[in-house]
């Protein structure tokens, strides 16, 4: 989710984006998006446990948010027990926020793939 919100043209439910707004407010805006992507690549990284290759998408539109994304990869990947945790913590708390609102794990068809 970008740190502005989702576009009005976003096929995101309704409840989704209100769970999405409380786990911002959990985490904190400065944050969130980074630990949206170095959840995401460690996610992926242990999903293919041993070869470490996994294609994760993050969509970016300008040079500020490659660098922070390169740094969500970075903490995704930092061997610093007190930052592992803090990621670990601040994932918990915006998954928390879909558990409370019935939205984890929500998927939907957006009829948009060409």
Do not use: Y
């Not at 009005?8 to 309704?14: L, S, Y």
């Not at 989704?16 to 985490?27: D, F, K, N, Q, Y």
């Amino acid at each position: 989710m970008p740190s502005t919100g989702l576009p009005a043209w976003h096929p995101a439910p309704e409840a989704l984006r209100v769970a999405v707004r409380e786990a911002v407010r959990g985490i904190g805006s400065e944050q969130a998006v980074a630990v949206a992507v170095a959840w995401s690549v460690r996610l992926a990284a242990e999903a293919v446990s041993g070869t470490g290759r996994m294609p994760v998408v993050v969509g970016m539109s300008n040079l500020r948010e490659v660098h922070e994304t390169i740094a969500a990869w970075r903490w995704a990947n930092d061997q610093d027990e007190g930052r592992r945790e803090e990621l670990e913590h601040k994932a918990a708390l915006a998954q928390a926020a879909f558990e409370r609102t019935g939205t984890a794990g929500w998927t939907w068809s957006s009829g948009n793939w060409v």
